[in-house]
């Protein structure tokens, strides 16, 4: 059974930073593609990144958020700094099981596993 577990969220002040992590399990994560979303209270989900043999960030992100992934691990990363209140929110990984980004990668319903969640919130 394909499992995706996130970690790594918590407290951070503006202008700080946290790497989140995201563990498959009963899947070999080698080659599908793999994304990042978020969703903030009273909010939709929304797409932050999609990572397949090359990497999609939305405007909001782009030069503070990079994606990794660790194929020897079975991991993925997403490193986030310069962090502002707006991307307060919980943090969930997902994949499609396909080795493409979907065309409208930023849609959850294009992903067909996901994770728990991890919560992000950024106060002073």
């Known amino acids: 059974q394909v499992q995706l577990v996130e970690s790594g969220g918590g407290l951070v002040q503006p202008g700080g930073s946290l790497r989140l992590s995201c563990t498959f399990s009963g899947y070999t994560l080698t080659y599908d593609a793999v994304a990042w979303f978020r969703q903030a209270p009273e909010k939709e989900r929304e797409g932050v990144s999609c990572a397949d043999t090359i990497l999609f960030y939305d405007e909001s992100v782009k030069g503070r958020f990079t994606m990794e992934r660790d194929k020897t691990r079975n991991m993925v990363y997403l490193q986030m700094d310069n962090l502002q209140p707006e991307d307060t929110a919980v943090y969930y990984c997902?994949?499609?099981?396909?080795?493409?980004?979907?065309?409208?990668?930023?849609?959850?319903?294009?992903?067909?596993?996901w994770g728990q969640g991890t919560q992000v919130t950024v106060s002073s």
């Open positions: 997902a994949t499609n099981l396909y080795p493409r980004c979907p065309t409208a990668w930023k849609r959850q319903v294009s992903y067909k596993k």
